[in-house]
C-alpha cells in the first residue's frame, strides 16, 4: 500500500521567516496531494492542494512542489506568521477516494 | 454550509465497554470516510461509505468495530468491546463527487481514551 514519510516532525521558526516541509510517497499512481492544517481542538483544514498534471502551485504565502519522477512533494510557507502556528499534514491519493497521511509536522512560529 | 460535525468530542471508557461515535457530513456529500490518528502517528484511513453502501473497510483493525451508514446521512462508529490500543482521535470527513478523488472536508474529531 501506499507509504507517505513526512519531515521534520517539529519545525520551529522565527516570525517572518520561512517554513518547509517534505513529504514522500511510495505509489506511482497516487495523482492528488493534498496538504492539510490542524490547529488545537479543531479537525484537519485542507489549505491546499496539487495534481499529478501540475508542478507547482501558489496561494498568497503557501505553495506546494511535487516531483512525480522522484515522488516527492513540499509544503512552502513565506512569512510565517504566529497563526501559522499548527500540524501540518501531507497526503497522498490511493486510488479514486483514499489518502495515505504523513505522520504530522508540528510547526512553531516564534514572535 | 455546515461543515462536518462529530459526537462526542471525547470520550473515555474502561476496557471492556462500548463505545458509538457519531458523525454528521457536510449535507448532500454522498462520500464518508472515517480515519483515525494514535499516538501523534499519521492519520489512518478506517472506511469508505458511498451514500448507505460500504465501499471500503480495508482499514478497519478488526471485527470489534461496527461502522454503519442508514439512510445515507449520518454515520456510526461503534468499538465494543473496546481495547486500550483503540484510544486515539477519530475522524470523520465527508467529499461530494463519487467516481474521482475530491476535497475531504474533516470534522473535529471524537478523543477517545479506554482506561
Known sequence: GENVEQHPSTLSVQEGDSAVIKCTYSDSASNYFPWYKQELGKGPQLIIDIRSNVGEKKDQRIAVTLNKTAKHFSLHITETQPEDSAVYFCAASIGDYKLSFGAGTTVTVRA | ?115
Open chain 2, 1 to 115: 454550509e455546515a461543515g462536518v460535525t462529530q459526537f462526542p468530542s471525547h470520550s473515555v471508557i474502561e476496557k471492556g465497554q462500548t463505545v458509538t461515535l457519531r458523525c454528521d457530513p457536510i449535507s448532500g456529500h454522498d462520500n464518508l470516510y472515517w480515519y483515525r490518528r494514535v499516538m501523534g502517528k499519521e492519520i489512518k484511513f478506517l472506511l469508505h461509505f458511498v451514500k448507505e453502501s460500504k465501499q471500503d473497510e480495508s482499514g478497519m483493525p478488526n471485527n470489534r468495530f461496527l461502522a454503519e451508514r442508514t439512510g445515507g446521512t449520518y454515520s456510526t462508529l461503534k468499538v465494543q468491546p473496546a481495547e486500550l490500543e483503540d484510544s486515539g482521535v477519530y475522524f470523520c470527513a465527508s467529499s461530494r463527487l463519487a467516481g474521482g478523488i475530491d476535497t475531504q472536508y474533516f470534522g473535529p474529531g471524537t478523543r477517545l481514551t479506554v482506561l
